[in-house]
């Protein structure tokens, strides 16, 4: 599983540490292989988790530099059905955009209260800085226009929010019900009384977990 956090925010393992632990501990001692990467760079910027001239190659860094690491040092199965990407927050939109563009690679995703598009928080700045102006093109990397244009019948997705998240709820909720139209099997839970926080992503988890333990050959 690649996982990536949220923004501002730094690859730091220490949050889902104990979904981890408590997973093994129900599966005799088998837990997935989380490598935590960093897509940020910066902690105060949103990369967009794209290849751009602002933010660098980050897209690159994830699914070539991060990946062709993982094959050579990780005792990891090889085929996309053992493979997970996920993210919390600005990870979570990271994680869904990935999964969209590269099917071949992952077979599961977990978007853990993400954001709906990159850039969403500053968009009109993304908009002209990155972009250029072209909402055309912006739009192009969109998760709800990918979904929109292509089918992915064999894609497993678990989108997560807090029940108290007002702010990422509605649109993760909506996001989930277009890519179930677009063929992927899709779970969608709210974890109760919670908001945008660190216990939000540790009940997704561990929703998400038990939803993907049989597909990862650990249920």
Known sequence: MLMMMGQPGDPDAGPIASVLDAFAAAHNGLAPIVLVADQLGDPDVDSLCLDTAEYGRV???????????????????????????AGFSNGGQCAL???????????????????????????????????????????ATKPATLLGRSRYPDTTAVFTVGSEDSVMEPGLKDLSGTARAAGVAVTYYEVPGEG??????????????GVLASRLGLG
């Open 59 to 85: 897209e690159t860094y994830l699914e070539e530099d991060v990946l062709t690491w993982a094959r050579g040092n990780l005792n990891i199965e090889a085929g996309r059905e053992s493979w997970t990407v």
């Open 97 to 139: 955009s990935l999964a969209l563009r590269y099917p071949e690679v992952w077979g599961s995703l977990i978007d853990a209260s993400g954001t709906v598009y990159a850039g969403l928080e500053t968009e009109p700045e993304v908009l002209a800085d990155v972009f250029g102006g072209d909402q055309a093109a912006y739009d």
């Open 196 to 209: 945008h926080s660190f216990e939000a992503l540790g009940g997704g988890l561990t929703e998400a977990f």
